[in-house]
Nanobody, 127 residues
């Protein structure tokens, strides 16, 4: 089992920044791949950013490329999502997810591959 706890959400004005963090614990060998997902009001959950912990590639949704950065800190067993130049349409509940059955591929942005999820952290961007 893997436990995931997100932190760092909050309210910010458009153009501002927030940094989300996901702390992993438990059997972290089952968290080979990590992703950030979000669910905007009235919409389905979508992949935002993801990485394979044993690789060097990162993957992003087109809507956040150039603004968001996913990074891992293996010493602290955390994965962060730095969000810059935030827009009102970034308002959503953000979830951290993990899976052990994965590889280094853009399909990591698809939620079906993940079997561990955090409770989510709310991000609200005002105009």
């Amino acid at each position: 089992q893997v436990q995931l706890v997100e932190s760092g959400g909050g309210s910010v004005q458009a153009g501002g920044s927030l940094r989300l963090s996901c702390a992993t614990s438990g059997y972290t060998n089952s968290a080979s791949c990590m992703g950030w997902f979000r669910q905007r009001p009235g919409k389905e959950r979508e992949g935002v950013a993801a990485l394979y912990r044993g690789g060097r590639n990162t993957y992003y949704a087109d809507s956040v490329k150039g603004r968001f950065t996913i990074a891992q800190d293996n010493e602290r067993n955390t994965v962060s999502l730095q969000m810059n130049f935030l827009k009102p349409e970034d308002t959503a509940m953000y979830y951290c997810a993990a899976t052990g059955a994965c590889g280094d591929s853009p399909y990591l942005l698809k939620e079906g591959w993940y079997n561990y999820w955090g409770q989510g952290t709310q991000v609200t961007v005002s105009s």
